[in-house]
């Protein structure tokens, strides 16, 4: 356990050094403040592009309280995943590549503790950087709109937060399979990508995927109700999760055995 926290403090501080603890908090904060604050003042915004002919009303009806912070954490869909994936897929790629996952793996440091202690750093520094951008948005929505319940915000939050672990763990799997960091990252992608397309074209049958979370915490915040297929979604999720962990973990150990 003592070699577990050592890793882990190292990765901890290694983010820092990076600044991966500074930029990645502010622009989750920025993606998520954008929407509610673009929403409020869409009118002005319209008003000073001017170019419109005289005598020209245009009428945008208010968007709810509940659309608006919808809106504001499906950024954390688009652009938090490509910022997840920059982040991370340099994890165990990029210490292989550098020889140091080979310099501490020498001193009888275990695959898993390396492998974990690099994974939980990361989960940490997204959850954290997903609750500081998910609180700002749901503040100013509430100042601008309306307050959206605190229970309902935090399901919502952890849903998100599910998804985003996968991708999070599927960028560290990538990662201990290959070499080149943006090889991992452009498959990371790519899966994601394609996953989620396929769900949403799916969705009838693929009610359990992970991807469907972000829908189900949207469906929370519309209704204040959870749907049906939430747990299952979840459960599923984690158990995606472990898997695709203990995989990262055997294939990195393998690679580095034959190297």
Do not use: H
């Not at 008003?47 to 659309?67: K, M, N, R």
Request: hydrophobic share 55%.
């Amino acid at each position: 356990m003592n070699q577990w926290l050592t890793l882990f403090q190292k990765e901890l501080i290694e983010m820092w050094r990076n600044f991966k603890w500074i930029w990645v908090p502010i622009t989750f904060i920025l993606l998520g403040v954008s929407e509610p604050l673009s929403s409020y003042y869409m009118p002005q915004i319209i008003d000073s592009l001017g170019g419109l002919p005289e005598g020209t009303v245009i009428e945008i009806p208010p968007p709810t309280a509940s659309e608006v912070l919808i809106q504001g954490l499906s950024q954390y869909t688009t652009i938090g995943v490509l910022i997840i994936v920059l982040s991370t897929m340099a994890i165990l790629a990029g210490e292989r590549k550098s020889g140091v996952a080979a310099m501490i793996l020498v001193k009888n440091v275990s695959y898993f503790s390396f492998v974990t202690a690099k994974w939980a750093g990361g989960l940490l520094l997204l959850w954290l950087s997903l609750l500081i951008g998910s609180i700002a948005t749901w503040y100013y929505t509430g100042i601008l709109f309306d307050w959206i319940p605190m229970d309902v915000f935090f399901q919502s939050y952890f849903l998100y937060g599910l998804w985003l672990t996968v991708v999070l763990t599927l960028t560290v799997f990538f990662s201990a399979s290959l070499l080149t960091p943006g090889i991992a990252g452009f498959n990371s992608l790519a899966v994601v990508f394609i996953f989620t397309i396929v769900t949403g074209a799916l969705s009838n049958w693929l009610e359990w995927s992970p991807s469907q979370l972000t829908n189900y915490a949207n469906e929370m915040l519309l209704s204040s109700g959870t749907p049906d297929d939430t747990l299952p979604a979840s459960l599923l999720t984690l158990a995606c999760i472990i898997i695709l962990l203990w995989l990262s973990v055997f294939i990195f150990r393998k690679k580095e055995l034959a190297s």
